[in-house]
């Protein structure tokens, strides 16, 4: 721990000390993971500061009980600015979690030592409803305002919180104080509704109203509350029912103004410039608590929902068994589907910019079906996974979970492919993003969210990315790649160095900041193994298999129909052969759904007889 040299851990005139090793350690010159560190260091006031080591250029300005460390070894310490600390007592201004924990934690204790007989959900509550100030991305309270994902209620105040007379609060997720919506719409009249509790701290009735402010709108979404005064007695509670409306016919895919819409890599030049980023809508609201006679606001909670158009599109789970052995499936498509600008005749949906959502369907030819594991989270247990090709050197793999993930930087889906069929895995095709790209060649970064597939090559010892995740980019339409459980993983053969048209290949699910675990036990230089990741190399789930695939020889299409208009009265048309579905392995084909409900994404189609008994799973 740090320590006071004073003994008094109130006490910094001294400064603090560092146990071993910062205590005696010196940083590089320039070393990029410290020299931001360093130069905060560098500004804040003596007394303030807590380690200083290898500076140049500090000499004389903070201090003689500093000046020791400016050896003329480290690296040049850039002049204060604008947003740091300036001289002659200013203001050193600093953010992030590091700074709002410590005054978040000194609100509580207070609370806590003026209602010491209070729980810790009412605590919480006085904190999050006097929470009164909104936070805004611009200087000076310019807009756009912060939503309810990255501030919550908004900037806390310790007066409001203390002279608190009325509690609000989530009264159906125990222990929570804002209401969050987790929902599917599906459809132009869909609802929801949550409870809050109204609870009256004082020993006079209350009487209220409720008051809605919207702080992210979004198309197609709204809230409500009840209108007229409420009565809340004295020492006792009420509740409120608060609604959240929407019609997915009306939904766009909608960008929280307060982000930045794109990001980039470091370690590959080419992807260097700005890429768009992917995103799901969000609609945010404060629930005001209001005294009826001054208007007042007596308590706020934050309403939030990440939506998207849900549809419930499917079509015949079985060919029949007067199908032939070979042919079109030709399967009519139907159910609640998802077109912004409305469907027309064809039925085909003419979307107009990337804001336009639109359902998607992608067949496969079905290799893979996994039961849930339970001792797992169900983003990180494989359902089913198919492959397709479309007769030109692409294979397509689809990939189903047993639950949604909500960002795709919780897993790596591992394909292991043997690319000269010898037993031993040469390469992997998986998920990732960005970011952790970034991590794998050392970088200090932050996942993204530009997702891709990416290709491992172990015989060259190579890292690179392949294709944007579900083969497009955020700058052209929404494929689902957040809070979703289907994706596709696209690769040339070539690329991961398939000679010819066969191949084996493994699986692995992976956690995402580890995306290579599938290769968890090869050596470089193209010694791979027969294991397509291990438990002790961290795996959630490995599958050696090998599967087999064979791309010029497709049990299903071949064609590269993925990402087709996913409408109600279209048909999913696509060749199918039954004697090269058994060659393969395979079982059946595999129908994504990119805007279905979690429990519909994945829809599995029996194309003979002999494979019914196979689809329990």
């Not at 222990?175 to 919506?181: G, I, N």
């Not at 793999?397 to 069929?421: E, L, M, R």
Request: charged share 10%; net charge negative.
């Amino acid at each position: 721990m740090i320590s006071a040299p004073s003994a008094n851990p109130f006490d910094n005139s001294q400064g603090f000390a560092f146990p071993l090793p910062e205590g005696v350690a010196r940083f590089p010159p320039l070393d990029p993971v410290v020299t931001h560190l360093l130069i905060a260091q560098a500004h804040l006031p003596p007394t303030e500061l807590v380690e200083v080591a290898g500076f140049t250029g500090t000499r004389g300005t903070i201090g003689p009980r500093f000046d020791a460390f400016d050896d003329g070894l480290g690296g040049t310490v850039p002049p204060p600015d604008a947003s740091g600390f300036l001289p002659g007592g200013q203001v050193l201004t600093i953010s992030g979690t590091s700074m709002a924990t410590p005054h978040v934690t000194g609100l509580v204790a207070l609370l806590r030592q003026m209602n010491p007989t209070m729980s810790i959900e009412q605590i919480k509550s006085l904190v999050i409803n006097g929470a009164d100030h909104d936070v805004t991305l611009g200087a000076n309270a310019l807009p756009p305002l912060f939503g309810a994902s990255r501030v919550g209620a908004g900037r806390i105040d310790a007066a409001t919180s203390a002279t608190n007379t009325l509690l609000a609060y989530n009264a159906d997720v125990p222990d929570a104080v804002s209401v969050t919506f987790d929902v599917e719409p599906v459809g132009a009249g869909f609802t929801a509704t949550h409870n809050v509790t109204l609870e009256n701290i004082t020993a006079s009735a209350a009487s209220i109203t409720l008051a809605l402010e919207d702080v992210l709108v979004a198309p197609g979404v709204s809230y409500s509350v009840p209108s007229g005064t409420i009565s809340v007695p004295a020492h006792g509670t009420a509740k409120v029912a608060v609604t959240l409306n929407a019609d997915t016919t009306a939904m766009s895919w909608t960008f929280d103004p307060s982000m930045g819409p794109t990001q980039s890599a470091t370690a590959y030049a080419s992807l260097s410039a700005s890429l768009k980023r992917q995103f799901i809508s969000e609609s945010s609201s404060v629930l005001h608590v209001l005294d009826s006679t001054t208007s007042n606001d007596l308590a706020r909670i934050p309403l939030y929902t990440a939506h998207r158009p849900h549809s419930t599109m499917a079509t015949a789970s079985d060919l029949g068994s007067s199908a032939p052995a070979s042919g079109t499936t030709n399967l009519t498509l139907t159910g609640n589907d998802v077109c912004t600008p409305g469907v027309t005749a064809g039925p085909t949906c003419l979307t107009v910019s990337r804001f336009d959502e639109k359902s998607y369907v992608s067949a496969f030819e079905l290799q893979f079906t996994g039961a849930r594991d339970l001792n797992l989270p169900g983003w990180a247990s494989l359902h089913y996974v198919g492959v397709n090709t479309d007769g030109a050197g692409n294979v397509f793999f689809g990939i189903a979970t047993h639950s949604k993930w909500p960002t795709p930087t919780y897993a790596s889906y591992n394909v292991c492919i043997d690319s000269d069929n010898d037993g031993l895995f040469d390469a992997i095709l998986m998920n990732t993003d960005l970011g952790t790209i970034d991590q794998q060649f050392g970088l200090t970064t932050n996942s993204e969210d530009n997702f891709v597939a990416a290709i491992y090559d172990n015989v060259g010892g190579t890292l690179g990315v392949e294709n944007y995740l579900n083969l497009v980019s955020a700058g052209v339409t929404d494929t689902g790649a957040l809070n979703n459980n289907t994706m596709i993983l696209a690769t040339a053969l070539g690329d991961v160095n398939v000679a010819g048209t066969q191949f084996h290949y493994g699986l692995a699910v992976c956690p995402g900041w580890n995306p290579l675990c599938g290769a968890a036990d090869w050596s470089g230089g193209g010694q791979g193994t027969a294991n397509c990741g291990t438990p002790g190399g961290g795996a959630f789930q490995s599958f050696n298999g090998p599967f087999v695939y064979d791309s010029a020889n497709p049990g299903v299409d071949g064609n590269g129909n993925v990402l087709i208009g996913d409408l109600n009265g279209g048909v999913v048309d696509v060749n199918y052969d039954v004697s090269k579905v058994v060659a393969n392995g395979s079982t059946g084909m595999l129908l994504l759904h990119t805007h279905n409900t979690e429990a519909t994404s994945a829809q599995t189609v029996i194309l003979d007889r002999i494979f019914a008994d196979g689809f329990g799973n």
